[in-house]
């Protein structure tokens, strides 16, 4: 519009400066108006465009002031109770960014090494992955509740097809396989401590099981005849700590961690049947796809289910961010 009306004003000017015949004299007064209309129309779009950003950014404004209430309680209770387990997380996040970021040329490049590196699905069909998450989603969170000991499992339905799409769109830049959030689960616990703990049992289920099976207690796996889960079932890709005190939540003040975890199963009778990493490769038939963990406070929970916490997030998304 400002394009627009900049060339119709150039020409009623050309125009004024020519001859004086009625012709030219109405077509002069059309661009003067047809400018005048084009600038009016931009200036309403602009103003209508910040009132909608103001209304987001205020919605988000009220939300991460209940989040950040939220982590100073959390913080005032826990203490430095959870501090060993941080450094524990943290060792091992280092080490999954040096290998998934390490060697890449797009190392240093911000967002572009974010996507560069950031681990695929096995395929760019948007149907096929569809497909499997509308078949594993329900069995997937059923056996995420079997044999996690801290905090409860809330299963979380498939991907809306509509926000993946908008994802892929104007974030991946319409590659498919980036989508690793189609199947997600969420456990929500007590505190902070209950909150590693819990991701210390999701970590003795990965490739990563050697270096938290000193504080993982398998008694109660044992008992209930989970024996088997000492093997790696799980296949960690990523890991982002959002509870480390040293994170900074931007506008949103949310909270939480994001475990991302490669599954393989094999359907047997119309169900799921979940295969150990070492098994993969000679498992005729295996699926494969990388699902999400979340693991958040009751606190941070209640605010972003009950109390519009993620209602008004997406709005701000949807408005400001993406």
């Not at 050309?14 to 009016?40: M, P």
């Not at 939300?63 to 203490?79: I, M, P, S, T, V």
């Given at each position: 519009?400002?394009?627009?009306?900049?060339?119709?004003?150039?020409?009623?000017?050309?125009?004024?400066?020519?001859?004086?015949?009625?012709?030219?004299?109405?077509?002069?007064?059309?661009?003067?108006?047809?400018?005048?209309?084009?600038?009016?129309?931009?200036?309403?779009?602009?103003?209508?465009?910040?009132?909608?950003?103001?209304?987001?950014?205020?919605?988000?404004?009220?939300?991460?002031?209940?989040?950040?209430?939220?982590?100073?309680?959390?913080?005032?209770?826990?203490?430095?109770?959870?501090?060993?387990?941080r450094e524990i997380v943290c060792s091992i996040q280092q080490d999954l960014q040096r290998k998934h970021r390490g060697g890449s040329m797009f190392s240093c490049l911000g967002c572009l090494a974010d996507n560069r590196s950031k681990q695929r699905q096995d395929t760019n069909d948007l149907d096929l992955l569809f497909a499997m998450a509308g078949e594993v989603s329900q069995d997937f969170s059923r056996w995420v509740g079997n044999w996690n000991q801290v905090g409860e499992v809330m299963s979380g339905p498939v991907k809306q097809p509509r926000r993946a799409i908008c994802k892929v769109i104007r974030t991946y830049k319409r590659d498919t396989s980036l989508l690793t959030d189609l199947v997600r689960s969420c456990i929500v616990v007590e505190n902070l401590r209950e909150a590693y703990e819990c991701l210390l049992g999701i970590l003795s289920k990965t490739n990563y099981s050697a270096q938290v099976s000193g504080e993982v207690d398998v008694k109660n796996e044992v008992e209930q005849?989970?024996?088997?889960?000492?093997?790696?079932?799980?296949?960690?890709?990523?890991?982002?700590?959002?509870?480390?005190?040293?994170?900074?939540?931007?506008?949103?003040?949310?909270?939480?961690?994001?475990?991302?975890?490669?599954?393989?199963?094999?359907?047997d009778q119309n169900k799921c049947e979940f295969v150990p990493v070492p098994e993969w490769e000679s498992t005729a038939g295996i699926r494969h796809m990388i699902c999400e963990i979340m693991i958040m406070t009751r606190a941070f929970y209640f605010i972003k289910t009950t109390q519009g916490g993620h209602k008004a997030y997406c709005h701000y998304r949807n408005t400001v961010i993406q």
């Open positions: 519009f400002f394009s627009l009306g900049s060339h119709a004003l150039f020409k009623a000017f050309v125009l004024k400066n020519a001859s004086h015949t009625s012709v030219e004299v109405y077509g002069r007064s059309f661009l003067f108006a047809l400018s005048a209309f084009d600038f009016v129309v931009l200036l309403s779009v602009v103003l209508s465009r910040r009132q909608v950003v103001r209304k987001a950014l205020k919605g988000i404004k009220d939300e991460k002031e209940k989040y950040c209430e939220a982590w100073r309680l959390g913080l005032q209770e826990d203490g430095n109770q959870a501090d060993g387990l005849g989970f024996t088997e889960m000492q093997l790696p079932y799980l296949s960690l890709v990523g890991l982002k700590d959002r509870l480390n005190p040293s994170y900074d939540p931007h506008e949103t003040g949310y909270r939480d961690i994001n475990v991302l975890v490669k599954i393989g199963w094999i359907v």
